[in-house]
């Protein structure tokens, strides 16, 4: 399963992709409204530092100033991916983006129903976001399960990506479903590393090797 980084902040992505386990980032408005400077600048930057696919969301809402906005971001980086809403429009600029070979990541899916409509739209990956539905009370797990099950009927070759990951299940459930990836908030993908017994084990193993060599030396 890839890891993708769920920020537009450059430092926190710097500091996660020099580790080697991360492939790709994806960004939405909110995320990128936070950061200072030129928001293009920003994803040129994030590209040249993941070397992988990097999104960027359209702000337009009807299909000709997505169609504009899309191409524009295409063009900021070769690694760059163009999110569209999953609404009529952003269905239809993902048909004629990715029939243009621009790739799409259709974003805002909470129903097995739009995901299969981003899958038929060409649609390069398809963005559930789980832990909003399970914020009111969904299971944002089992639409991964349903899209998965929907996908694997078809020749569809659109990847799922789990977005809006909030805790280290998500994350494990979707490795288990076999989603292609997920995306993560940079303190979610910190806390994938940590065990408490790892640290009492690493603990207990520096001390144990301390006191052997206090006599030796
Ligand atoms: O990037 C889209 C998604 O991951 C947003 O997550 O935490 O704002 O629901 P969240």
């Not at 980032?25 to 950061?35: D, F, I, M, Q, R």
């Not at 993941?50 to 299909?63: L, N, Q, R």
């Not at 989603?179 to 640290?199: K, S, V, W």
Request: negative net charge.
């Amino acid at each position: 399963m890839k890891l993708f980084i769920d920020s537009g902040n450059i430092k926190d992505i710097e500091a996660l992709v020099a580790i080697g386990i991360i492939d790709g980032v994806t960004t939405n408005p909110s995320l990128l409204a936070k950061e200072p400077g030129d928001y293009r600048e920003n994803l040129k930057k994030i590209c040249q530092i993941v070397k992988g696919p990097v999104s960027g969301e359209v702000t337009a809402i009807d299909v000709a100033g997505m169609l504009e906005q899309g191409r524009e971001i295409a063009k900021i980086d070769h690694y760059m991916i163009v999110k569209v809403p999953l609404t009529r429009a952003g269905i239809q600029a993902c048909k004629t983006l990715s029939s243009d070979g621009i790739r799409v990541n259709v974003t805002l899916c909470f129903s097995a129903a739009q995901a299969l409509l981003a899958a038929k739209a060409g649609a390069t990956y398809i963005s559930p976001f789980v832990g909003r539905l399970d914020d009111v009370g969904t299971n944002g797990m089992g639409l991964i399960k349903e899209i998965i099950e929907i996908y694997n009927n078809y020749d569809f070759t659109t990847e799922v990506l789990v977005a809006s990951t909030r805790n280290p299940i998500h994350i494990v459930e979707a490795a288990r479903m076999g989603a292609d990836i997920c995306t993560c908030p940079p303190a979610l993908i910190d806390q994938l590393f940590n065990h408490p017994l790892t640290n009492i084990g690493l603990d207990k193993f520096l001390k144990d090797w301390e006191k052997s060599q206090a006599g030796k030396a």
